[in-house]
């Protein structure tokens, strides 16, 4: 038991999937894994433990922002002995090759994040991937012709709404492929307690062209990602 988790002594994996989402993480358990315990219920905050292809896997909804991540995230680590977290999300296109439905991987994370402020008042910290997932995982990726990735820099912004979208548009003018809320807070924590960790991302919509995807659309994108996420985080 941790403060936000009530999960067993043991029974996390030390490899886990992280979307935003609690009704994600059940979709991701009841679709790709075996013998499914759900191992939290505290706040809604949905996770499972089972198995894909034999190799015990959890999936842990991580809620939305960098508070929220940073917290499951460190209880993972500490409390769960922890190892490995893919975070499997959406992300807000910023550049205009990185089209709906395409998928990212993010090698650093740029961000507005008051918590990096906190760890790092006087210098710009830059919360990067583990080496060996980002390679792994855009090696399994290239064995799916219909999965376009990029991989580069994203932001990850505290605000989902902002009142003007300058910022967005300079970041895009400097190489930054999207936005999202998360992937700062989780690349920092990799780094500080000596972790791998990755974020992979779908894109759901284009902050620049104002396109959208439905539901449905990004399901197949989705469920190809989270397969390229599963064979990552088993080395296979
Ligand atoms: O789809 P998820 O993983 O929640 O990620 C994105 O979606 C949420 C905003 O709608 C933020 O959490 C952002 O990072
Ligand atoms: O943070 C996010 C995620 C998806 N789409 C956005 O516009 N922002």
Redesign the pocket.
Known sequence: MSIHLNAKEGQISEKVLM???PL?AKYIADTFLEDVECHNTVRGMYGYTGTYKGHKISVQS????APSMSIYATELIKDYGVKNII?????GAMKLEVKIRDVVMAIAATNDSKMQNIIFPQINYAPNASFTLLERAYRLSKQNEGLKVHVGNVF?GDA?YEDDDSMIRKLADYGVLG?????AALYTLGSKYSIDVLSI?TV?DHVITGEETTADERQTTFNDMIIVALNTLINE
């Open positions: 979307p935003g989402d994600r991580s809620g939305m922002g975070r499997v999300g959406t992300i990850t989902f936005v999202d809320m998360e992937t991302m759901s």
